[in-house]
């Protein structure tokens, strides 16, 4: 193959974690020789690796309204037309052929079972997302799942193409994320003004609404004082309880200060941050909708509990009074690399 191609609106680092995610498959590509090229309207890179990738710019920002949605997907096509001898790997609702499609965004269809007020009002743009859906696992040669979740919910509600669905465990970068930071707990804890009596409860999304923040903070009055919620990725006005930290650099130090991860999400293909928690030894609370949620061992490294206020609260307070030992939870995603990762997206490339 000579070129592999990326899609999607936004790649790269600090705007997201799925386009992270897209980032660091090109980052990996041109690590092993290929020539990538990306096509997308937002590219966020160090320079060094700007340099070495091939940059098709689409025009057109924004990813929220349905006319730029489509609009992205008409560019895209336009840049394709011109381009030979490539493989397309895409991240992306892209409804026409592709080589890869990745499952990085929830799939619609499972989204709209969960009969949440997020489709209630927007009918039509549901119907056109579900339609862009059907079209991109038709015409994909092979699709991607990060984890057995999204496989098995292919299954449900796309047999026709399951058979050309197979599993890639998605990485995780070990040398930002592991357990030697919690030797640093208390170190960050004084630095960011926290006491070692706080508990200290981290939630991490840009998502708020299917990734649960919500029930988190509707059971947070019922847990111990000591209980505190430091909440990544939004603004929103804090108290003596909850911390709004927004969009931060340096996360790895809130989980490595923090007691517990909570993601009590509607629905994720494989939520970056519940690894990122892991991989730092930090036990995880999360929902059988997390597609990182088969490899939580209960009791060892956290537990997988049904999305309700009850199930929440009573493993947040088994937890409290738990010890873990952040080796252990760290050793049960280890073999999640990112080279692994995009060692079985290439397998797949070179069958096709």
Request: glycine residues 6%.
């Amino acid at each position: 193959m000579n070129q592999i191609v990326i899609i999607r609106p936004k790649i790269g680092f600090g705007i997201g974690g799925a386009e992270a995610h897209a980032g660091m498959v090109a980052v990996k590509l041109l690590e092993r020789g290929f020539r990538v090229g990306v096509v997308a309207h937002t590219v966020s890179f160090p320079e060094e690796i700007l340099k070495k990738l091939e940059i098709y710019k689409v025009r057109w920002k924004g990813f929220g309204s349905i006319p730029k949605h489509l609009f992205f997907i008409y560019q895209v096509r336009k840049i394709l037309s011109k381009l030979y001898n490539y493989r397309l790997i895409s991240f992306f609702r892209y409804p026409y052929p592709s080589d890869l499609f990745i499952l990085c965004d929830p799939i619609v269809a499972f989204l709209q079972k969960q009969k949440t007020s997020i489709f209630k009002n927007f009918s039509l743009r549901y119907k056109i997302l579900l339609n862009l859906e059907k079209k991109a696992l038709s015409n994909a040669k092979k699709v991607i799942s990060l984890f057995s979740l999204g496989k098995n919910l292919i299954k449900e509600f796309y047999p026709e193409v399951y058979d050309k669905t197979l599993v890639c465990y998605r990485g995780i970068d070990f040398k930002k994320f592991n357990p030697s930071l919690k030797t640093l707990k208390m170190t960050f804890r004084k630095e960011k003004g926290f006491s070692e009596r706080d508990f200290l409860i981290l939630f991490v999304g840009y998502d708020i609404k299917r990734k649960g923040l919500n029930l988190l903070l509707k059971i947070l009055p019922e847990l111990p004082e000591r209980v505190k919620l430091l909440v990544v990725g939004v603004e929103g006005r804090s108290n003596q309880r909850v911390v709004y930290l927004g969009k931060i650099k340096e996360v790895e130090k809130y989980y490595a200060m923090a007691d517990l991860f909570v993601l009590p999400t509607m629905y994720d293909p494989g939520a970056l941050a519940t690894l990122e928690a892991l991989a730092t030894g930090t036990p995880v609370i999360t929902t059988p909708y997390d597609g990182t949620s088969e490899f939580i061992k209960e009791g060892i490294n956290g537990f997988v509990v049904e999305r309700n206020e009850s199930e929440l609260k009573s493993a947040i307070l088994k937890t409290m009074d738990l010890t873990f030992n952040p080796f252990k939870i760290y050793e049960s995603i280890k073999n999640l690399t990112w080279d692994n990762y995009v060692d079985c997206l290439i397998s797949q490339l070179e069958v096709l």
